[in-house]
């Protein structure tokens, strides 16, 4: 452990995640490389973060973002060598800084040599090392489960007769972790990058890796009815965490996160409880459908606000019941961005980022700051589908065609949807290539970067990046970030989401108006009551507009307005 701090020095702390490809090129390339991290590391340690997570390197086919990985313990050419990452690993320490990596371990590249390997015969010694079935009776699949990127799961290997499990791309094959020598070589694995200095891992779909070794049917009576409930928290997932944590995580002092797929609360508690000895936090993704019709991606509706709330509100009080830890996010390099997806990123954009910044850093958990989203990044303007890259994409821009939608209305939503949306280059300046590089970006800029830009926020003391250093530095300070217990204090209300966190005689007030109108807002009674008479000390800890309307029990909240105050109950 570093720094001889505490076990759970992570609850503190913010967490910053690089999308490598998008971050900083020094080479001229138009793609992103370590040594750009490298460079920008003083500016992630002045913005307050603990910890830079940084998205695979691994030598990769790149048919997937670099989530198929081809090699464990190389990295692509693409991005450098083993030395600009020792380099990185020994510079992000000398700032009392984190490395965390992401680990892809549910599956591997069809180029890593384990499957080159298993492909060749069925007695191979590496066969077992994936998930083999003979066709079904009739011939074809083995089963109905179906790839999360669409069609079967399965690929059929001519030359041995079987077919393979692919939940992912077709590229992307399942490992066996029901094998103890696929257990052997994820722990030697992650043993090489802890030797390295790196301090923790982010655990890509982690809880899909125990499979009902039945692999039956599924018969459609629990939506979706794609397979996903015979491998989503699986049998044995708990005792491959636990083993897990046993040999790597606990013996090098290591913070993970889970990224959880379709998972319930239920298992997020068992998964971060500390006394299970599994992860220390979870990701989980429900509160980003809020906008999907049906659960329908592809298609557009205005979010859902009071599910929003519902879901933040829910998970925070179970998590917090249950002794859980939550990964606090609104923007990942999977998801548009929230600024757009939520609120105003026109003429409201600096108090919208500011709301969403305060809504999400006042909850109970380790908060995550996707690149961009520290100085206000909107959504891309994209003008044609010849501008974007991600092949999901592309994919559905077809798709939504053959579906019957025009050229149009199919390019609409995927403006909406698109994965590309986080993807755009960081806009560090408002020079050429916008300070990301002297070169060609591999994706488009967006057009507004010499308005927004970070050379252009760090002076500026009311800047979205100056409002994110603050919220940081808070939660490091006050322990009601941590402690406090989390109250929702807003019934249903159309345009505010209001909520408390209380700690003995401390009180966190948050409340958001995630509206472009003025919104009326009264305080509960027993909250105004037991905080505000006789008037409590109250301090205004941040807020998203200029000034900020006095703290009574009833107040009108300008158009994006949100502020947290701090409150320490007057002893009578």
């Given amino acids: 452990m570093h720094h001889g701090q505490t076990s759970d020095w992570w609850k503190k702390s913010t967490v910053y995640q690089v999308y490598p490809k998008s971050f900083k090129d020094t080479t001229g390339s138009g793609t992103g490389d370590i040594r750009g991290l490298t460079e920008k590391l003083d500016y992630l340690q002045e913005l307050g973060i603990d910890i830079v997570w940084l998205q695979p390197v691994y030598v990769s086919p790149q048919n997937d973002n670099g989530y198929d990985v081809a090699d464990y313990c190389s990295i692509d050419p693409a991005y450098g060598t083993m030395d600009d990452f020792d380099e990185l690993s020994a510079e992000v ?23 080159k390997e298993a492909r060749k015969s069925k007695d191979n010694p ?119 944590n046993r040999r790597v995580f606990k013996p090098y002092g290591l913070v993970t996160v889970g990224e959880m797929s379709s998972t319930s609360l239920e298992s997020c508690i068992l998964y971060s409880n500390p006394e299970q000895e599994e992860l220390s936090m979870t990701f989980n993704f429900h509160h980003l459908k809020v906008d999907y019709p049906n659960g329908q991606k592809w298609e557009l509706m205005p979010y859902d606000f009071e599910q929003l709330k519902s879901l933040f509100s829910r998970w925070q009080t179970g998590m917090q019941a249950g002794g859980g830890w939550n990964a606090l996010f609104l923007n990942n390099h999977d998801q548009p961005r929230a600024l757009s997806r939520f609120t105003d990123d026109g003429q409201y954009r600096v108090e919208s980022a500011k709301l969403l910044a305060i809504t999400l850093h006042g909850m109970q958990g380790t908060p995550y700051v996707f690149q961009g989203e520290e100085i206000g990044l909107p959504n891309p303007q994209w003008n044609s589908i010849e501008e974007m890259r991600d092949i999901e994409s592309l994919n559905m821009f077809r798709i939504l065609q053959k579906q019957g939608k025009s050229a149009k209305e199919a390019f609409a939503i995927i403006r909406e949807r698109s994965r590309d949306n986080s993807r755009t280059p960081m ?117 998203s507009t200029q000034t900020a309307p006095v703290l009574e029990q009833e107040m009108i909240l300008p158009p994006y307005g949100s502020y947290m105050w701090f409150i320490r109950r007057q002893q009578s």
């Avoid at 009392?96 to 892809?104: E, G, R």
């Avoid at 060609?440 to 800047?463: F, G, H």
């Avoid at 109108?517 to 409590?536: H, I, R, V």
């Fill in 93 to 115: 320490r000398k700032r009392n800084m984190h490395l965390m990596l992401d680990i892809v371990v549910n599956h591997s590249s069809t180029e890593h040599k384990w499957f």
């Fill in 126 to 244: 590496y066969r077992d090392y994936y998930i083999w079935r003979d066709p079904a009776p009739g011939g074809g699949v083995p089963n109905n489960w179906q790839s999360k990127f669409g069609g079967p799961a399965w690929q059929y290997d001519e030359a041995t007769g079987q077919y393979f499990l692919t939940l992912y791309d077709k590229t992307q094959a399942d490992l066996n972790w029901e094998n103890p020598s696929v257990r052997e070589e994820v722990v030697k694995l992650m043993t090489f990058w802890a030797d390295k200095g790196v301090s923790g891992f982010r655990l890509d779909v982690i809880n899909l890796i125990s499979k009902n070794q039945d692999f039956p049917d599924d018969d459609g009576s629990v939506p979706p009815g794609d397979g996903r409930r015979f491998y989503t928290d699986g049998p044995r997932i708990h005792e491959f965490l636990k083993e897990l």
């Fill in 427 to 543: 806009p560090w300046n408002d020079g050429p290539g916008a300070g990301f590089t002297a070169g060609t970006p591999w994706i488009k800029l967006d057009e507004r970067y010499p308005e927004i830009n970070v050379q252009n926020q760090l002076d500026d003391p009311d800047s979205v990046f100056q409002h994110y250093k603050k919220l940081i530095a808070l939660r490091k300070e006050m322990p009601i970030f941590t402690e406090g217990t989390f109250v929702r204090l807003d019934e249903q209300h159309p345009q505010v989401f209001a909520y408390g966190r209380l700690s003995g005689d401390e009180a966190l007030l948050v409340v958001s108006n995630f509206s472009g109108n003025p919104a009326k807002y009264s305080l509960p009674d027993s909250m105004a009551s037991e905080w505000l008479k006789p008037a409590g000390a109250s301090e205004l800890l941040a807020g």
